[in-house]
C-alpha cells in the first residue's frame, strides 16, 4: 500500500510539474504592426484624371484633392496650395525635381467643399507640332499643401501627370 501512495505522489507531483512548466513558458512576443492614421488625424489625396496628355494647349485633366479627417469625414473649407514641379533635367524624368509652371491650373488656391473635395483644371501647354521625339516628353508633379498657421507642420501631397508630344515620335 505504501508503494502505491508513493507511485500515486510522485505521479501527482509530475503532473503538476508538467502543467506549471505548461503554463509558464516564456515566448518572445510578436510586436503588432503600426495602424491608425499617419498624418495627424487628417488625410490628404490627390488625384489626376487622365494622366496622359498631348502638349496641344488645350488637353485637360481634372486635378481633384481630398481631405478627411481622422474618422474618415469630409472636411470642408480647408484651403490648399497647388504647385507644379518638373525634372530639372528634362530628359531625365528621375532627376530633382523643380518648382515650374508648365501647363497651367484653373486657380492655384482652391478650398474643399461641403464633399471634402477641391476640383482644379489642368490644361496642357502647347508643344512642337513635328519632329517630336521621346525626349520631348514631360512629366509635371502637382503637389497640394495645406495652407494654416505653421508651414513646417505642413505635409504635401502629389499626382503626376505625363505629357506626350503631338504627331509622330521619331526615335
Known sequence: MATIRTNL?????????ML???GCT????PIPDLSGPST??????????PDVLHQDGQSTASVVVE????SGGAVSGFPLRLD??????SHVPTSPLVMKDVGQLSTKFPTTGGDGRA??????????????????EIFVTITATPVGSDYSAALAR??????VPLGTIIE
Open 9 to 17: 505522489a510522485a505521479a501527482s507531483v509530475a503532473v503538476l510539474a
Open 20 to 22: 506549471a512548466g505548461a
Open 26 to 29: 516564456v515566448d518572445e512576443t
Open 40 to 49: 495627424f488625424g487628417r488625410t490628404i489625396s490627390v488625384t489626376i484624371t
Open 67 to 70: 481631405v478627411r479627417d481622422a
Open 84 to 89: 507644379m514641379f518638373v525634372p530639372a533635367d
Open 119 to 136: 476640383t482644379v483644371t489642368y490644361t496642357a501647354p502647347l508643344g512642337a507640332e513635328t519632329g517630336n521625339t521621346q525626349q520631348d
Open 158 to 163: 502629389s499626382a503626376r501627370i505625363r505629357l
